[in-house]
């Protein structure tokens, strides 16, 4: 015959196996902690990926307590601010549940240490740094030549005329742009920028001098 030990036991059985699994999907960054309410001295049933320090048989936390005194209070709070006792940022989330009767009896956590991801956007930010643009002017955009034209093209608009109407003063102008942008410094841009404005190249050489 069933008691409600028995099946109270087999519920965080149940509950510890999901634990498991999420702790395992998770590792090294979440801890996952199952808390068993019926034994608040003593609630802390199962820890994996331990980051807090705590141990199996630890009381339960505030939150847990807040539970036992409360049914009405919510059984899930996501991805609230909350910190390790050695000062690490944590992302927790906890959710309560509930026996037959509506009342507390187990709680799973999970504490996301925020300092690994912290560190880790910190790597990327100075792996992906660039240098202020210098001399040397680089492109691998294969439609470089596109974009010359369409930086043309809005030169142009912007004087209420078209790339072939501009004047002489216009499109040193326009040329100087282009040079102070490192457009000329692409493979055959003066080639494109003489097709687009419908001029020679020794125009657009110049123009940029």
Avoid: W
Wanted: proline fraction near 4%.
């Amino acid at each position: 015959m069933r008691t409600k030990a028995n099946e109270h036991a087999a519920f965080l059985a149940q509950i510890e196996k999901i634990a498991q699994g999420l702790g395992e999907t998770f590792a090294p960054f979440c801890e996952v902690v199952v808390h068993d309410l019926t034994r608040p001295e003593h609630a802390i049933l199962a820890i994996h990926n331990n980051l807090s320090g705590r141990s199996v048989g630890d009381p339960v936390t505030e939150l847990g307590l807040a539970r036992i005194a409360d049914p009405a209070y919510p059984e899930v709070i996501a991805n609230y601010a909350n910190r390790f006792a050695d000062g690490r940022q944590v992302k927790s989330t906890s959710i309560g549940l509930k026996d037959a009767s509506g009342r507390y009896v187990a709680a799973l956590c999970l504490n996301v240490d925020l300092s690994q991801f912290n560190g880790l956007q910190n790597m990327l930010r100075q792996f992906s740094r660039v240098d202020e643009p210098g001399t040397t002017v680089e492109t691998l955009d294969p439609s470089a030549a596109e974009t010359i034209r369409k930086r043309i093209d809005q030169f142009a608009a912007r004087l209420a005329t078209t790339p072939r109407s501009l004047k002489a003063v216009e499109r040193r102008a326009l040329v100087r742009e282009l040079k102070a942008a490192g457009c000329m410094e692409v493979r055959r841009a003066t080639e494109t920028v003489a097709q687009h404005l419908g001029v020679s190249r020794a125009t657009v050489y110049n123009d940029a001098k």
